[in-house]
């Protein structure tokens, strides 16, 4: 798998997947996930990526969540659905006869349709619902005046519908982009500010996804307390998933100065259908910190994602989520401190040292080291046991080859599961980066 091409044109692009050849193989499954993760590697933090398969992964267990050791293996759409929803996305079934209304899901909206050419992809909510009959549920997403577009996407395994109903008094031209009987969209152009109300119709389990163009986001970063080496309490960005029953730190920056000064923010933890499990306040910062907002929440819920709403200078409601899905867990995976640098040189190898910490009772763990340069030669151990408040070192063995270039930097992957047969989301992981320097 891999070169990764890396491109701004769309017509190398276009140029590279038409000159891909197939050789060997035999079988059906294809290398998926190897692909997928050389594609994380390569694209900035909180991009959309875009995946397409006509086949099931015969490497599915990368997957931290479905480890191919678990006596009950995931089904080819139990990873998929799993990967999608992990991160916020959204899976999407279409056949090839159908294959140019999926496409349209992926052209954004454009500046003709009233978008600003500053303006973003934020999200308003994402939800799933678990059922194998026909359903039909309600929704509302508000909207603000920095929003040009609203876009609602709904898939499930067959007889989509949306219904879309404006504010009372409202407005918007309501457009239909794509419909089939397993995924429907509709887009809002210009949309008033207010409640939008929208009613899904669907066969078996269904996701239903409400996306804006905007000048507003929220950049949010989750963050531990910790002591510098002066020993002042400072927040530390969490690397991976947070540590269960412990207080999480959530930072929340506008792209612009929109919102009503020393007014809070209002957070709430929700589950995967949308229902409320708490809620926190974020405060404004002061002086320097002015423009953030901070709130801290104990982490008692197994998972949740964060809705955010806030209030611009007008008095409209503003409304964001953050749509990835926070899984706590009871161990984490760090950089040891026994680490000299994180630095390589050519043609010698070198050691870095990583601590996977159990904070949870007795457990088995499959680890994992891979990085985009495939600098990684060797790492141990694979398969560890750790005791309950207890750690083990991970050695992971570097090799850059002697031509590699100074300043080479290669970004690391190394991750930790529960072996278990029945704990599908037992993961943590951690992400670093190290640089090649000649002597």
């Known amino acids: 798998v891999g070169p990764v091409l890396t491109t701004d044109d769309p017509e190398v692009a276009k140029q590279t997947v038409n000159s891909l050849r197939a050789h060997d193989g035999g079988d059906c499954p294809e290398m998926g996930m190897s692909g997928l993760y ?42 998929y659905e799993k990967l999608a929803s992990a991160t916020g996305g959204q899976l999407i079934e279409y056949s090839k006869s159908n294959i140019d209304e999926a496409i349209k899901l992926i052209r954004p909206a454009n500046i003709s349709e009233g978008n600003s050419s500053f303006s973003e992809e934020v999200s308003l909510m994402s939800v799933e619902f678990n059922t194998y009959h026909l359903v039909t549920k309600f929704y509302n997403v508000r909207s603000d005046s920095t929003i040009s577009t609203i876009t609602a996407v709904l898939s499930a395994r067959g007889n989509t519908n949306i219904k879309v109903v404006p504010p009372q008094d409202g407005n918007g031209t309501i457009n239909t982009i794509s419909q089939t009987a397993t995924f429907y969209s509709v887009r809002v152009i210009m949309p008033t500010a207010g409640v939008w109300s929208f009613t899904v119709s669907a066969a078996g389990p269904l996701t239903f996804q409400v996306t804006a163009q905007s000048t507003l986001a929220f950049t949010t970063s989750l963050e531990k307390e910790e002591y510098s080496s002066t020993f002042e309490k400072i927040l530390v960005p969490i690397a991976g998933n947070p540590i269960k029953g412990t207080s999480l730190y959530v930072t929340v920056e506008p792209t612009e100065d929109a919102l009503q000064a020393n007014r809070n ?36 819920h197994n998972a949740f994602k964060i809705m ?8 409209e409601t503003i409304q964001r989520l953050l749509s990835r899905v926070i899984r706590p867990q009871e161990f984490e995976v760090e950089i040891s401190v026994q680490n000299s640098s994180l630095s390589l040189t050519p043609n010698e190898t070198t050691s870095i040292i990583v601590l996977l910490k159990n904070h949870g009772s007795r457990n088995t763990f499959s680890i994992l080291a891979s990085d ?62 190290v640089s090649v320097f000649s002597k």
């Open 38 to 79: 050389l594609a994380l590697l390569n694209s900035l933090p909180n991009s959309d990526v875009y995946y397409f398969s006509d086949a099931a992964a015969k490497d599915a267990h990368l997957v931290g969540s479905c480890r191919s050791r678990r006596r009950r293996s995931l089904t080819e759409q139990e990873v």
């Open 372 to 433: 985009d340069k495939s600098f990684v030669a060797s790492f141990s151990p694979k398969i560890v046991t750790v005791g309950s408040n207890d750690s083990v070192d991970i050695h992971i063995d570097f090799f850059a080859p002697a031509n590699t270039n100074d300043s080479t930097t290669t970004s690391v992957s190394v991750s930790a599961s529960i072996q278990s047969a029945f704990t599908v989301d037992l993961a943590n992981f951690l992400s670093f980066e």
């Open 308 to 315: 955010y709403f806030g209030y611009n200078k007008n008095g």
């Open 265 to 300: 923010i209002t957070g709430y933890l929700i589950d995967t259908t949308g229902d409320r499990l708490e809620s926190f306040e974020l405060q404004q910062g002061q002086e320097f910190y002015s423009s953030s907002y901070f709130g801290l929440v104990k982490l008692n």
